[in-house]
């Protein structure tokens, strides 16, 4: 069972490496690379969960024979491992819309101020050129 509380934890420590290189990478802007490791996270979210189902029944089952408070400290553990993961994802989720919606809202102003500075730049020609043939 303590074998199964560390493999819980260092699951838990790998996703939230993860979720740090998704932000860090879809900060850069690498799209592609950054769908690749949320897959990869995702991934590793369902194995945590199933390791849990699995490390959770196999506690269920020999809870008969071990002691009752081990048992529920270990599933403790496990609810928070899964809590923690949940967060993570959410954290990812949240980080990868912000940054989405920030990205579109800068390429939506740039386009905008390319468009006036542009306007700008013909009106200008434009009325120098009428001003020289008056």
Do not use: S
Request: proline letters at 1%; zero cysteines.
């Amino acid at each position: 069972m303590e074998d199964a509380v560390v493999v819980e934890v260092v699951d838990v420590v790998v996703v939230l490496v993860d979720v740090v290189v998704v932000v860090v990478v879809v900060g850069g802007g690498e799209g592609v690379v950054a769908v690749v490791v949320m897959i990869v996270v995702v991934v590793e979210i369902v194995v945590v969960v199933v390791v849990v189902v699995v490390v959770v029944v196999v506690i269920v089952v020999e809870g008969v024979v071990v002691q009752a408070v081990p048992v529920l400290v270990v599933e403790v553990v496990m609810v928070v491992v899964v809590v923690v993961v949940v967060v993570a994802v959410v954290v990812v989720v949240v980080a990868v819309v912000v940054v989405v919606v920030v990205v579109v809202v800068v390429a939506v102003v740039v386009a905008v101020v390319a468009v006036v500075v542009v306007g700008l730049v013909v009106v200008v020609v434009v009325g120098l050129v009428k001003r020289k043939q008056v």
